[in-house]
């Protein structure tokens, strides 16, 4: 495992649409590996492929709460997530990203999602998230279609400094 550097706005792999993945194979897994332990070493809570520079469908998350002993920390690996089933309900939540170094912005998504995909191995993903897994993982699924949150909020500022309204 290495820990790879995390490319910032605007470079273009950013805003490009990643490729599917057909290969499951060494290399996919050594991606894998790195792209974990990249978002650790740099306390994401997610992580895709293209914000290391890998236009390819794949994004790690990892979710769970040092207070609440009832949301163990978990991590999840999809290789070529879809989301579906969004909720009609949807709520406004504050995100950040390591690609997008000293901004945060309110955004507005749905409550729940079913993520479907792929594990590393190629076997068949499902889960139905909700809550802020739900955020993680379509903040996630964002980057592989080159979409970040800043295209999606309603206003953006720098932690501590004035509000900065886009709509």
Same mark, same amino acid.
């Given at each position: ?48 492929? &293209? ?8 994004? *790690?998350?990892? /979710?769970?709460? #040092?207070? =609440? ?54 076997? &068949? ?8 897994? *739900?955020?993680? /993982?379509?903040? #996630?699924? =964002? ?25």
């Amino acid at each position: 495992m290495a820990k790879r550097k995390i490319i910032t706005i605007p470079h273009p792999t950013l805003r490009k649409k990643a490729a599917k993945v057909t290969a499951f194979d060494e290399e996919l897994q050594g991606l894998i590996d790195d792209m974990v332990e990249s978002m650790r070493e740099d306390n994401g809570a997610g992580l895709a492929a &293209p914000q290391v520079n890998v236009s390819q469908r794949v994004i *790690a998350v990892e /979710f769970g709460s #040092e207070e =609440d002993e009832n949301i163990p920390r978990t991590l999840y690996i999809v290789v070529n997530p879809k989301i579906s089933a969004p909720s009609q309900e949807k709520v406004s939540g504050v995100e950040g990203c390591l690609s997008v170094p000293g901004l945060v912005g309110e955004v507005e998504r749905p409550v729940s999602v079913v993520i479907k995909g792929q594990t590393r191995t190629g076997e &068949p993903f499902k889960m139905k998230a909700r809550g802020w897994l *739900a955020r993680i /993982f379509q903040h #996630e699924v =964002d980057h592989l279609n080159g979409i970040l949150f800043t295209d999606r909020a309603t206003r953006v500022w720098e932690p501590e400094d004035e509000i900065v309204d886009l709509v």
